[in-house]
Every structure is written in C-alpha cells, then in structure tokens.
C-alpha cells in the first residue's frame, strides 16, 4: 500500500479551511475561558467518539481537524484578550510548529491522551496568562500531530477528509 507524503501545509491547511468555516459560521466570537473550554471538551467527546468507534476514517480525520481549529480558535482568543487585536488563525497554527519536528508516525489514542493533559493543566493555570498560552499552544501542536497520525494510520490524503470539502461540512 503506498503512503502519502504527509506535511505540515497539509495539515496547517486543513486547520486553516476549518477555522475560515467557523468564522464564516458564527463569525469572531469572544468567550470566557470556561465557555470555550466547554465547547472544546464537546469537539473533543465526538473525537474520542470516533476514535474509539474507529468505523469512519474520514469521520475521525474530520473531528481531529475541528477539535485543532478549536484550539486555534481558543489561542487567538487568549492571545488578544486585553488588546486591540487577535492573531490571525494562521499565525497562531504557524507558532505551533516553531522548534518541533512533525511526527506523523504515533498512536492517535495517545495524542487524545495529551491533549486531556494539556487540557487539565491549562484549566488548573487558568490565571496564568502565559501558561495557559504555552498549554494551547503545545494542544494546538499535538491536535496537529494528531491529524497527521490519523491521515497516516488510515492512509488518508487531505482531499479525502470531510471537513477539505465545504458540501459536506455539519
């Protein structure tokens, strides 16, 4: 079976296709943290649903890739909290690459497991500006590897994932 060459512009991609749809959707939105961690947490049970379900490969790649532009969406919040601007969605995917080699060969149950982590740690650091900067960023970073772990144990292109095509989009 041949493997396809998976890269961090695929992946960063497929974030930033997700992330123009929510603005699109619901337009620039402005939350408490614990609002936003409240919808992360349900992106993140329909990932772990179909993680564990594991009957729709597509499905699976779909949700890794909403649950990361969540992430991302949560950074750009966090990051502009308190000034007069917000990082654009492809800054902030950028950061989470800086200083890291992309593996795309590991377990995605496991990354979900550091995602949890990273999660909890954020939450409990809540008051700490700058911790919960760096948690979201190393969640934005791990929801990326996760997205390529998923396109490569299935041996998935980007073209074949749900949430690359706009008709198909919940």
Known sequence: MKRHV???ETITALVLAERQRQIAKWGVQDMSF???VLVL???MGELARELWE???PENTLTEAVQVSAMVTQIYEAHAGRGKDYRPAPKTVIDSYNVGYKLKTTGD???SYLE???SLGSAIVCQQEQGAVGMFLNTMGYVSCRMIGEIMNTQNLQADECAAARTDTHK
Do not use: Y
Request: charged share 35%; net charge negative.
């Open 41 to 43: 947490n349900e992106e």
């Open 115 to 117: 995602l949890l982590t």
């Open 6 to 8: 998976i890269t961090v």
């Open 54 to 56: 594991a009957k729709d």
């Open 108 to 110: 995605p149950k496991q």
């Open 34 to 36: 614990a609002d936003w």
